[in-house]
C-alpha cells in the first residue's frame, strides 16, 4: 500500500552513460514533483506536472527531461550524466486546490552517484 | 520571490530537552506553513501544517504558531527523545494557482540519550 513508489532505489553509473527514474503514485493525486536534494540536504525544485501538464520547470540543464504518461506516473530521464548529478532525487505528489493548503507526499528517494 | 529562512543545524540535545528551531519567511500574500521531517534514509513527511495566521499546528508533541506580525513559524517540543533525531525542514506554500513549495534548508538534530 505503498502511496509513492520510486525506481530504483540506489542507481550507480558511470559519467556520459543515460539513465531513467521512474515514479508511481496510488494517492489519486493530479499533481507530481521531481525534487533534487545535495549532499548537504538542500532541497530544489526540478520540476512539476499536474495532470500530464508540465506546470513548473526549475533552471535545469536540458540533459534532465521528465515525462508523465499518466497522472500516477512521472519519470525522469538523465542524458549524458556528471559527476555532479550525484545526489537524492525525491518523488512526491500532491492534489492541487486553490486556496488551500495541502501537503506533499514523498517517495523514499533514488540515491544517484555518478562515478 | 519567496524565501525560507531556517536556522542552521545541527542541534545536538539531550533526551527531554526542550526544542525550537527557528524559522523566518518572506512571502507575498498569505501563504500556508509547514514543518516536514526527514529521517534517515528517508523521504520527507509532513510534520504539521497552519494555513492562516494566529494557527497553530501540532503533531506527535511538536507545534508551530502562524505568526504573521514577525513572519515566523518557529518549531518546538517541550521534551524531546531520541527517535526525534532527524532533519526538520521549515517550508511555505503561496495561496492558489499550483503551488511551487519553498523549502529551508533544513535543520538536522540530533538528541543523545
Known amino acids: 500500500d505503498t502511496a509513492v513508489s520510486q525506481t530504483p532505489k540506489y542507481l550507480v553509473t558511470q559519467m556520459g552513460n543515460d539513465k531513467s527514474i521512474k515514479c508511481e503514485q496510488n494517492l489519486g493525486h493530479d499533481t507530481m514533483y521531481w525534487y533534487k536534494q545535495d549532499s548537504k540536504k538542500f532541497l530544489k525544485i526540478m520540476f512539476s506536472y499536474n495532470n500530464k501538464e508540465l506546470i513548473i520547470n526549475e533552471t535545469v540543464p536540458n540533459r534532465f527531461s521528465p515525462k508523465s504518461p499518466d497522472k500516477a506516473h512521472l519519470n525522469l530521464h538523465i542524458n549524458s550524466l556528471e559527476l555532479g548529478d550525484s545526489a537524492v532525487y525525491f518523488c512526491?505528489?500532491?492534489?492541487?486546490?486553490?486556496?488551500?493548503?495541502?501537503?506533499?507526499?514523498f517517495g523514499p528517494g533514488t540515491r544517484l552517484t555518478v562515478t | 520571490g519567496d524565501s525560507v529562512t531556517q536556522m542552521e543545524g545541527p542541534v545536538t540535545l539531550s533526551e527531554e530537552a526542550f526544542l525550537t528551531i527557528n524559522c523566518t519567511y518572506t512571502?507575498?500574500?498569505?501563504?500556508?506553513l509547514f514543518w516536514y521531517v526527514q529521517y534517515p534514509g528517508e523521504g520527507l513527511q509532513l510534520l504539521l501544517k497552519?494555513?492562516?495566521?494566529?494557527d497553530k499546528g501540532s503533531n506527535k508533541g511538536f507545534e508551530a504558531t502562524y505568526r504573521k506580525e514577525t513572519t515566523s513559524f518557529h518549531l518546538e517540543k517541550g521534551s524531546v527523545q531520541v527517535s526525534d533525531s532527524a532533519v526538520y525542514f521549515c517550508?511555505?506554500?503561496?495561496?492558489?494557482?499550483?503551488?511551487?513549495?519553498?523549502f529551508g534548508i533544513g535543520t538536522k538534530l540530533q538528541v543523545i540519550p
Open positions: 517550508a511555505l506554500a503561496p495561496r492558489g494557482g499550483y503551488q511551487k513549495v519553498t
Open positions: 512526491a505528489s500532491s492534489q492541487s486546490s486553490q486556496g488551500g493548503a495541502y501537503e506533499q507526499y
Open positions: 512571502a507575498t500574500g498569505y501563504p500556508s
Open positions: 497552519a494555513t492562516k495566521a494566529d
